[in-house]
């Protein structure tokens, strides 16, 4: 699995479905200098655990807006799967009156890329080339700055579900440190005490700790 925090987060075009409407040629450099992004995959469309992630996404899409945060969501499906997906009410399955972009990644070169993909294309003994492996994404989440760099990743297995809260625990570590300067500590949330990169800095935090 690629690490990818540090580098530049591989840019694509690709098919997205926005709240319900198809847009072409979708990229993630429309946020460039302009928004934090949190692009998450997913395995695919109509399946267990994955709606509850996206749904619970589109329940803090408000707070992560507030941030300066677009969350942009991708499968290896097609778009029209989306689109179907998009129209089937939530109490039979469906992801209704979710408005963020979900990413039609059909091809699977958007997950390749991101080397978050179950499998991988190689040449059988014929020389025909097959796709080996699952065809679905794991459940990558990286969390990519204004300039385009990944400052965070997680890559979760198809059964376990992902934390909304630990996203956005993220985000504001990566906001703080880059407003303020100071690093954020193990389990650190909103509010409570940064501290400044140095030997100084965290000797003072760990006297402060102790202390309580």
């Excluded at 749904?55 to 899409?61: D, G, K, M, P």
Aim: proline content about 4%; aromatic content about 12%.
């Amino acid at each position: 699995m690629a690490v990818l925090v540090g580098k530049r987060a591989p840019s694509f075009k690709a098919t997205a479905v926005i709240d319900s409407e198809f847009e072409e040629d979708f990229s993630l450099d429309r946020y460039l200098g302009k928004k934090h992004v949190i692009f998450y995959f997913y395995p695919a469309d109509f399946t267990f655990v994955c709606p509850t992630e996206i749904i619970a996404f589109q329940e803090r899409l408000a707070d992560f807006e507030a941030k300066g945060v677009a969350i942009v969501g991708c499968s290896t499906d097609t778009h029209f799967s989306h689109f179907a997906w998009l129209q089937t009410p939530r109490d039979n399955g469906g992801i209704q009156g979710v408005t963020y972009p979900l990413v039609a990644d059909a091809t699977k070169t958007i997950a390749a890329n991101y080397d978050v993909l179950g499998g991988h294309y190689d040449y059988n003994e014929a020389g025909e080339m097959v796709f080996v492996g699952s065809p679905l994404a794991y459940r990558g989440l990286f969390l990519i700055d204004k300039d385009g760099i990944v400052r965070h990743q997680v890559v979760n297995d198809g059964p376990l579900g992902r934390s909304i809260d630990e996203a956005m625990r993220m985000v504001d570590a990566l906001q703080y440190f880059e407003v303020k300067g100071e690093v954020c500590p193990a389990n650190w949330e909103e509010g409570k005490e940064a501290m400044e990169a140095t030997r100084e800095g965290v000797a003072n935090y760990l006297g402060k700790q102790g202390a309580h």
